[in-house]
């Protein structure tokens, strides 16, 4: 009786895809090669196959703890990249339990893309999702602050690696000081791409300029609660962070979302009582430091 036909040897990119479905599954190398992704491959006319007919054992391991050793590494980097992502997170935390939650996280949310610039669009949310019970129902608590810290990062993170106005002619403030006499009801201002407006109930930006200062030994307390506006934005590829007063983030907010000038001004004098003078001493800061492309 003859002997059953050997498979006809696999193309490359189906030994490719099959690799990438088994190391990358959150469940782990056998979950990974019993996956419908990884048994897709074989969909060409050729059986499933199991890890031992595609990867030999060595002397010390077999198959499928070879390529355990595979997905470890790639859980490993990617862990790595978050990290470099939160790297004040990463600190506040301590390496082992952000290694915990980046990894939890990573099984929530695999990595999909082809870049991994997205990678940590989510933590935030799933830092938030997963968070222990509230101490308080009135005050935020320690796991509030973690969670602002880890959407402040991604912010800063954002505004880096986004769009920006490097090469956007400088606007002239004195288009706005030109245009502030006609009806501001009508007036609307270009809003720069790499600004962002931030708010939280902790002091997360005095945090990380105070975490970046320290020295790698010295030990980081978390602030008490105190609400805080930031604008962030990015000046000539470097990064920088402005307090804002909340009247003054109130009116920002109100541009950002596309209302006039003199909405965004009644936005403001609702949060608070604020002077003439103080609201043309914001135009003129935000234009100086180059939150306006234009007047539309």
């Known amino acids: 009786m003859s002997s059953p036909a050997p498979h006809a040897p696999l193309e490359l990119s189906l030994v490719q895809r099959w690799f990438q479905a088994v190391i990358t599954h959150p469940g782990g190398v056998a979950a990974g090669a019993a996956s419908a992704a990884a048994q897709e491959c074989f969909?060409?006319?050729?059986?499933?196959?199991?890890?031992?007919s595609l990867v030999t054992d060595s002397s010390k391991l077999d198959a499928e703890a070879r390529l355990a050793v595979y997905a470890d590494a790639y859980y490993a980097r990617l862990v790595e990249c978050l990290g470099?992502?939160?790297?004040?997170?990463?600190?506040?935390?301590?390496?082992?339990?952000?290694?915990?939650?980046?990894?939890?996280?990573?099984?929530?949310?695999?990595?999909?893309?082809?870049?991994?610039?997205?990678?940590?669009?989510?933590?935030?949310?799933?830092l938030s999702t997963n968070r222990p019970p509230r101490e308080s129902e009135t005050t935020p608590d320690w796991a509030d602050f973690i969670i602002d810290l880890a959407r402040f990062e991604w912010v800063i993170y954002e505004v880096f690696d986004g769009p920006g106005?490097?090469?956007?002619?400088?606007?002239?403030?004195?288009?706005?000081?030109?245009?502030?006499?006609?009806?501001?009801?009508k007036l609307r201002l270009q809003i720069a791409p790499c600004l962002r407006l931030?708010?939280?109930?902790?002091?997360?930006?005095?945090?990380?300029?105070?975490?970046?200062?320290?020295?790698?030994d010295d030990a980081l307390e978390a602030p008490n609660p105190s609400p805080t506006f930031?604008?962030?934005?990015?000046?000539?590829?470097?990064?920088?962070?402005?307090p804002l007063q909340?009247?003054?983030?109130?009116?920002?907010?109100?541009?950002?979302?596309?209302?006039?000038?003199?909405?965004?001004?009644?936005?403001?004098?609702?949060?608070?009582?604020?002077?003439?003078?103080?609201i043309e001493a914001w135009f003129a800061r935000w234009a100086r430091e180059g939150f306006f492309t234009g007047v539309g």
């Open 246 to 278: 909340p009247a003054e983030h109130a009116a920002l907010a109100a541009l950002v979302g596309g209302a006039t000038v003199g909405d965004a001004i009644i936005r403001a004098l609702a949060a608070e009582s604020v002077a003439p003078e103080q």
């Open 198 to 216: 931030f708010r939280a109930d902790f002091p997360v930006s005095d945090f990380f300029t105070a975490a970046r200062k320290a020295a790698p």
């Open 84 to 126: 470099d992502v939160f790297p004040v997170l990463k600190r506040t935390l301590g390496e082992e339990v952000f290694h915990d939650f980046a990894f939890d996280y990573l099984q929530a949310y695999p990595s999909r893309r082809y870049t991994l610039n997205v990678l940590g669009t989510h933590f935030a949310e799933f």
């Open 230 to 242: 930031v604008a962030i934005s990015r000046t000539d590829y470097v990064v920088r962070r402005h």
């Open 165 to 185: 106005t490097e090469d956007v002619p400088s606007f002239n403030a004195t288009q706005l000081t030109a245009r502030s006499a006609e009806d501001p009801g």
């Open 43 to 52: 969909s060409h006319g050729q059986a499933s196959q199991a890890v031992g």
